[in-house]
């Protein structure tokens, strides 16, 4: 199978260490976390979870959350906080694509905030088919798809992301439940960034 760049924890890890994380926004994502308001509580898993605020937020809300991200330095700060809010996060510092088999059917959620642009957009059909893997029957995508506003042939990441091309990798057996572009989507992803929840509509 062919390798990117982005493949390796060491290219994650070096931006990490170089202080260059421009996509962290520092604390929790806004939009997500006005829906922890009024989702109840489950199984959560954050698919490049970076940092970690959102982890955190989940927990802080009641839910049980897995977090994962291959990033030494981006699991370190969320165990550090995790530990300073004192609540519990599952952490695991592996590649996204090695949870499964072993967490199949297992979350009610999957959180994605930039993972999907994150990967190499040859490997968007495997992203598909681990999400749909991990969730149990019924189980809600929750994603801020993002750069919309970026051509995948502009190079990446982020690789650049458009509806259409979302709505069909996760068309038939996902229905969407939410489609908007959030008021509370931060300034400078405004109309750059679109909420999209997915349900996972069978078991096959
Ligand atoms: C653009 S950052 C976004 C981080 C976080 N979601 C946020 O919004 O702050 C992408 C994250 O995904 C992680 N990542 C990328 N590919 C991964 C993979 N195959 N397995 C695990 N983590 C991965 C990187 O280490 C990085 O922390």
Partial sequence: MERYKEDSS????????????????????????????????????????????????????????????????AVHNLKTLALARNVPVSVIQDDIFSLTPKYRNSFDYILEQTCFCAINPNRRIEYEKLVFSLLKYSGKLIGLWFPL?????????????????VKSIFSSPWKIEVEEFSDLSIKTRKGREKLIIFKKENNE
């Fill in 10 to 73: 060491q290219f994650w890890e070096d931006i990490y260490l170089a202080n260059n994380a421009g996509w962290d926004l520092g604390g929790p994502t806004p939009v997500f976390q006005k829906l922890s308001e009024t989702m109840s509580a489950g199984k959560i898993c954050i698919l490049g979870c970076g940092k970690g605020h959102d982890a955190v937020e989940f927990s802080q809300k009641g839910f049980e959350v897995t977090a994962v991200d291959f990033s030494k330095t």
């Fill in 149 to 165: 506003d970026k051509s995948r042939e502009e190079g990446g990441p982020p690789y650049g992301t458009k509806v259409d091309e």
